[in-house]
């Protein structure tokens, strides 16, 4: 079941069995210098086997219960690299 956060992000690595990396890009602030600094996160999520993922497709996960040791992020729709829906 997918309750709480709904978070986007691209896909970073497809190698696992039905998980994928996610990485989400955010900008933190600096104050001293009055400026944004990158910075990511690398999120693991569990991908159902009816959707066909590549590295650098944006996907939507939901957050649900804890599948494993990391994974707490289920994929619901992935968005190809191009912009159109597979």
Known sequence: AIRGRILKGVVKANKMRR????RRDYLHYISKYNRFEKR???L???LSPCF???EGDLVTLGECRP???TVTFNVVDVEAAGGGKK
């Open 19 to 22: 998980t994928i990396i996610v």
């Open 40 to 42: 990511h996160k690398n």
């Open 44 to 46: 693991p999520a569990h």
């Open 52 to 54: 066909r993922v590549n």
């Open 67 to 69: 599948l494993s040791k």
